[in-house]
């Protein structure tokens, strides 16, 4: 059997959801998502959700404005709640890191991020639990705070699905159809072959392999993180999310009152199968979770552990996505996300629009440049200008 498409999306993910919507916003409908599994099943559905604009990179912080502006008007974008809560978010610095903290939120406030530095009392006023004593500064954003990746996915499916989008779950791809070196379509596993002048690949933490018979290495590692759910033991009210960068850790509340815990050392990958992985946390980590929480909130006397899970990042060496053409005339890929490709989706979604569309992002803060796929061999990696120490990974 054959079908037809002017584009094929493989991976019905955060990343491909938002592609499709931003697609179908700009008109593109002749758009098939092949999802080998359901819409957001994969990483998506694991994600802490954390909406901060706070980037030393200035295309990641525009990104992240972008993100936020369709987050703030979901229900006016979408017709209802895709759960983003603007709780606020703050971040904590020790000494060596505050001349950067200050270099990065002048230059994110250059891309339109409405940021600025508190101080001590500010933050004790909203997590009076906090021993705040080893921070040196703070930046705060009134407007950030958490949302959930696999509402929001549903949401740009449902809409891109409205707008005439093929959404096809169950369906895994098996192959790449090129003619040349111009991708033609793909092949799904029952022998159907789509025919499509372009294919975006947004398969996450599978897209290495995916590609790799092509000649084509987007170099991605699959990262383990754990996550714990943590039962606070009193009513914390409304509090921000908070972003440790002392002890390497962050903190955000639930709509129950529970507490999600992640950790920030990023320094040590925990190399894993995405499709064989200890979906709970393991001993080490739970004493670790111990420590730092009671190191860091010695307040939250009562503070229990609830549950625990884990999920997988796709990690590249600048811990940047890839959202780039390739060798391959007609091919795009969007993957690459490195466990923080939330916030940043819907500038996702727009800017594969834009490639798919114009060749170019039609955003002159988010040059595509920034984000293309040769940049590893080039050795020319997308870096902060403003790294923290310990914590330069995702920001
Ligand atoms: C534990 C964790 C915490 C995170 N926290 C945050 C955060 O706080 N803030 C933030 O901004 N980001 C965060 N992220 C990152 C963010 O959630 C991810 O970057 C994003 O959800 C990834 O979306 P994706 O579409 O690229 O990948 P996925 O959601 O993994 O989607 C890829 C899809 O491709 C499908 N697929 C694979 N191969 C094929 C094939 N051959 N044919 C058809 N379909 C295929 C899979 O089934 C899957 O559904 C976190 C991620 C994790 C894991």
Redesign the pocket.
């Known amino acids: 059997m054959t079908e037809t498409a002017d584009v094929v999306i493989?991976?019905?993910?955060?990343?491909?959801?938002?592609a499709a919507w931003a697609l179908s916003q700009r008109g593109v409908t002749d758009v098939f998502v092949?999802?080998?599994?359901?819409?957001?099943?994969?990483?998506?559905?694991?994600?802490?959700?954390?909406?901060r604009c706070h980037y030393g990179v200035s295309s990641l912080a525009a990104m992240a404005t972008v993100g936020l502006e369709v987050f703030e008007s979901a229900e006016e974008i979408f017709g209802n709640d895709i759960g983003f809560r603007q709780t606020g978010y703050v971040v904590g610095v020790g000494a060596p890191n505050v001349e950067n903290l200050r270099k990065s939120l002048a230059a994110q406030r250059e891309v339109g991020v409405q940021t600025e530095e508190i101080d001590a009392s500010d933050v004790a006023a909203m997590w009076p639990w906090a021993d705040l004593e080893p921070f040196a500064a703070f930046g705060w954003e009134a407007r950030g705070g958490?949302g959930d990746?696999y509402q929001t996915?549903q949401a740009f499916s449902v809409s891109a699905r409205a707008a005439g989008v093929r959404v096809r779950q169950g369906?895994?791809?098996?192959a790449l159809l090129t003619d040349g070196d111009k991708v033609t379509g793909v092949r799904l596993a029952d022998g159907t072959e789509v025919c499509a002048g372009t294919v975006v690949i947004?398969?996450?933490?599978?897209?290495r392999p995916?590609l790799a018979p092509y000649g084509i290495d987007v170099p991605i590692e699959v990262h383990r993180?754990q996550?714990m759910m943590i039962k606070p033991g009193v009513d914390l009210g409304q509090v921000p999310v908070f972003s440790d960068l002392v002890s390497l850790q962050?903190i955000?509340p639930e709509p129950n009152g529970e507490l999600l815990f992640?950790n920030s050392d990023l320094m040590a990958l925990d190399i894993a199968d995405p499709d064989g992985y200890s979906n709970r946390a393991d001993d080490a980590f739970v004493d670790l979770t111990v420590d730092k929480l009671s190191t860091r909130f010695p307040g939250l006397t009562d503070a229990a552990i609830a549950s625990s899970y884990?999920?997988?990042?796709?990690v590249t060496p600048d811990w940047n996505p890839v959202i780039s053409r390739t060798g391959i005339d007609g091919l795009i890929v969007?993957?690459g996300?490195?466990?923080?490709?939330?916030?940043?989706?819907p500038a996702v979604g727009r800017l594969v629009a834009d490639l798919v569309i114009d060749g170019r992002s039609t955003d002159p803060r988010i040059p595509e440049t920034d984000f293309r796929l040769s940049r590893f061999a080039e050795e020319d990696l997308l870096r902060s200008p403003y790294p923290y120490v310990g914590a330069g990974e995702m920001r």
Not at 10 to 18: D, T
Not at 202 to 207: D, E, I, K, L
Not at 337 to 345: P, R
């Open positions: 493989v991976g019905g993910g955060l990343e491909g959801a938002a092949a999802e080998r599994n359901t819409v957001g099943s994969g990483m998506t559905g694991k994600s802490s959700g954390i909406v958490y990746a996915a369906t895994e791809v098996t947004a398969t996450g933490v599978w897209t995916l993180e996550i962050y955000r992640g884990a999920g997988c990042y796709d969007a993957a996300f490195s466990g923080h490709g939330f916030k940043i989706a």
